[in-house]
């Protein structure tokens, strides 16, 4: 048996695994013994990396995840499969229907832009045409797809430093004649980005749908296909023009919700339908199994033909959002003031507050021209900062209440306010100005209140 | 008409009320004339205490909120009602009822804690146990109530430097053989408290209930009394002997549901089912119509009489709660070095993830012994480092997940492992070990992942 063979394992499970004859990629059985019961783990057996432990073997479980489980001198293994050959084979692509509206895949990284090689759980790009088609040929039926891999990473690492990228490709899709776009995009921070690109591409004459998944292809319970599809078909045909996020719906594997792009928010590490509209209803739902969008909402931007539409790509990422909590230091204030920050996002509790002990300090930072504005980290609801006396201190020393928007969305407003504007009195101005739906229009009556 | 009577009001909006005949405390009626439409606000005419602006006219709506309506030389104001007399009266207490439970209650302040004078809407502590029969005169038949005013602040301003205080003062009045301790506090970081007392005063042998209301007394939708009767009922006689929440359910106005202290967050600003139990099933709910608990867990730590037990008090604030967002500076850490913090709670995106940039600086935190765990700010779910490789370089580094336990749990439960323990190694011991219910119990196969 090859070096290769049992890739990264020594001492104790080397051992066991050679006694087994058991190699890379083949599906194994572990019995372990524990004190009062047996245990058995199956799965497909994974290299290891770092030997840093060598009591444990690493298989595949059939939910997709990896696990390290330790065995010991009593650990029983055994063969319950051979090895299947890697996964990155590509089949002919689908014949191509005529008259298809033409949809760009711009592909930035995460798990649904990606193939996993089922045997060594190798993770590979895999958004050209063609291969897309191979992972999902009903795409075939649904839209002319045109493929780019813009970059590959975690969307951990996307934030305002390459959102400009991201609008600056939309807007050649757009200039080259694409009837829609899709961002494929990691799940963590695509709230942020789609918030980001709402500011960025107003006005954009078609829709720009941004998609991911929670599950990789890889795992029987994946919503990478059904959310694909589904973003083809909104990109190329819906009657609205503005960013939106598609993501699995709780309902049915065959429904999708599709949020407006400043009313994201993922409230779910591992579900399928973590994505969720925040103080506001989603745009749109489309049923893939009748290929049908059914509208949600009076208003949105019209969908059209040829425009004078230019994006505004520009963020200024000198912009920190701080969540109060009890003991915050007040030197938190100072120390974004002495980094140079242009402006704060407070999460407030409850209506919109933070301890008194910070008002000080934040009263210095209103006077040095930051511009502060409030959100609350309750999430739902709106802040309403002429309720308490902590709110109207608030507002005097200049803070400003952001009413029931996202702290993700009013950061990203802000980063593309200052991106925009140097004047922190026009960015104010922004901020209060509902320019993607990103807040509720409050009562009728123009009111304040002290 | 005295100057009193138009207390704060000047101009415009002075002349206007005067010509009406309007004083402070009447109800009112605003005509307004806007461009398209004609609008109407009614509402308790209020003292202004701050003129910057004259155009303004503050009312106290039928929902309690107070809002400033913007006049013009147009606006007509009226008068519906003349004022009523401040509500402060005290009633005759009514008959006590031999043989109930002892139970204490210690008010901290919030909206709960407070009476409210309809007409200048003026608030006033109102916690000796006969202002709260004046308020809830059902508790007489409930409970044998013992009151007792803490402090009477907004809970923003409570944190780690006042939670002993709460700890002794809970400690005390068991000593004092109460049948169970209500605590009254403002409902903006209820849950931080909660958590807190959760582990200090883990052991206790009766129940705490923590209890806030949404919306003061004075509006028809006040859960003020329902949350109040209902702690009353489940500290005398729950048998359970934790730290809990009871606030207002949404199902109906007599439901109240009872949240561990360790899994429950204030989600929305206003809505009085505002708290919701996360990542577990609330503990019990309370019917106030049929006075019944419902226990909706298996495992709960058991009422007992008398005791050894004893609080453990001590909190440490130099813990600091960092919210990842795209775009976070690498500086943040440093300064949290630099400003001498022992602990640092990361709040990342999805199953546990920080940007890249971030790696080095949190080597060097850990490098220094700075205790660095991860909680999610998806809030649902767990964090689940194995899976993606940026998982797997944070655990590398020193970061230790934290599960399903909710950020300010985390935060809270820090703070008082260095309150107990100095060595940082101890207090990661403490992180990992399940205390309060705070985190589910992970698969049993012992795992890890690389």
Redesign the interface.
């Known amino acids: 048996m090859s070096e290769n063979d049992l890739s990264g394992y020594a001492g104790i499970s080397r051992e066991i695994l050679n006694a087994a004859g058991a190699k890379i990629g083949d599906r194994i059985r572990i019995e372990?013994k524990?004190e009062t019961r047996q245990?058995v783990?199956e799965g497909l057996l994974i290299p290891?990396?770092?030997t840093?432990?060598d009591e444990?073997v690493?298989v595949k479980l059939k939910t997709g995840?990896?696990?390290?489980?330790?065995i010991d001198s009593a650990t029983k293994i055994s063969i319950v499969g051979k090895g299947a050959e890697p996964h990155f084979t590509r089949p002919a692509p689908p014949p191509r229907t005529a008259g298809l509206p033409k949809v760009s895949i711009i592909s930035t990284g995460g798990t649904i832009a990606s193939k996993v090689d089922y045997r060594t759980g190798a993770v590979k790009p895999a958004l050209d045409a063609e291969d897309l088609y191979s992972v999902v040929p009903e795409l075939a039926g649904v839209a002319e797809i045109k493929a780019k891999i813009l970059f590959s990473i975690?969307?951990?690492?996307?934030?305002?430093?390459l959102w400009p990228k991201i609008v600056e490709a939309v807007a050649e899709e757009v200039r080259a004649g694409a009837d829609g776009v899709i961002i494929a995009h990691?799940?963590?921070?695509l709230g942020?980005?789609a918030a980001a690109l709402s500011f960025a591409l107003k006005g954009i004459p078609v829709p720009v749908v941004l998609v991911g998944s929670q599950r990789s292809s890889d795992r029987p319970s994946s919503d990478a296909a059904t959310n694909l599809l589904s973003s083809a078909a909104i990109a190329g045909n819906a009657p609205f023009a503005e960013v939106v996020v598609a993501m699995h719906d709780w309902i049915s594997d065959e429904k999708v919700v599709v949020h407006r792009g400043t009313r994201v928010r993922?409230?779910?590490?591992?579900?399928r339908d973590?994505f969720r509209s925040v103080n506001a209803r989603p745009l749109a739902y489309y049923d893939l199994l009748h290929s049908s969008l059914q509208l949600n909402a009076e208003k949105y931007a019209q969908r059209r033909k040829g425009s004078e539409w230019s994006p505004k790509p520009q963020f200024d990422?000198n912009?920190?959002?701080i969540?109060?909590?009890?003991?915050?230091?007040v030197?938190?204030i100072d120390?974004a003031m002495a980094?140079g920050y242009k402006g704060i996002v407070l999460?407030?509790?409850?209506?919109?507050?933070?301890?008194?002990?910070l008002f000080p300090a934040l009263e210095r930072a209103v006077d040095e021209g930051i511009v502060v504005v409030m959100c609350?980290q309750?999430?739902?609801?709106?802040?309403?900062m002429?309720?308490?006396?902590?709110g109207r201190d608030l507002q005097?020393i200049g803070v400003i209440p952001m009413g029931d928007m996202l702290s993700?969305t009013a950061?990203a407003k802000m980063?593309w306010a200052f991106g925009q504007e140097k004047d922190p009195e026009k960015v104010k101005e922004i901020m209060v100005t509902n320019i993607a739906d990103e807040f509720s229009e409050r009562?009728?009556?123009?009111?304040?209140?002290?």
């Open positions: 372990l524990r245990e783990v290891r990396f770092r840093r432990r444990y690493v995840y990896n696990v390290g489980v330790k975690f969307s951990e690492n996307i934030g305002p430093q990691g799940t963590d921070t942020y980005t993922k409230c779910h590490t591992s579900r973590a990422p912009v920190a959002l969540r109060f909590y009890p003991g915050l230091s030197g938190i120390w980094t999460e407030g509790s409850g209506l919109g507050h933070v301890g008194e002990s609350s309750c999430i739902w609801g709106t802040v309403h002429d309720v308490y006396s902590t005097r993700e950061l980063m009562r009728v009556v123009e009111a304040f209140e002290e």
